[in-house]
């Protein structure tokens, strides 16, 4: 894999997002922070422009369930199964 280290360096370890946004977070050394493209300036501020990982699909997930709390816990349990997986993967990239 030719970006192997940078996806690492990235994402560090995901974790779903529990403050209610719907989005794949990355915990690096550098903190929590979605993982998304970010531009970052010389003075050390930076802007995120678009976020990479995100649960989305809402118009679909609402209509699958029978009531709005059963399709939010399933769009939780995804976002979660998604963070594991990616963490899976990870770990197999420090095994190359």
């Known amino acids: 894999m030719k970006y192997k280290e940078e996806i690492k360096k990235l994402i560090g370890h995901a974790q779903y997002d529990q403050w209610g946004g719907g989005y ?10 979605m993982v ?18 995100s649960i989305r699909g809402w118009g679909s997930i609402q209509h699958m369930f029978p009531t709005i709390k059963e ?23 420090e095994n190359e």
């Open 24 to 33: 794949i977070w990355g915990n690096s050394k550098e903190g929590n922070q």
């Open 36 to 53: 998304a493209q970010i531009n970052e300036f010389p003075d050390g501020a930076y802007e995120v422009v678009n976020e990479v990982l």
């Open 71 to 93: 399709a939010g816990e399933f769009q939780d349990e995804l976002g979660k199964f998604i963070a594991e997986a990616i963490n899976d993967k990870l770990k197999q990239l």
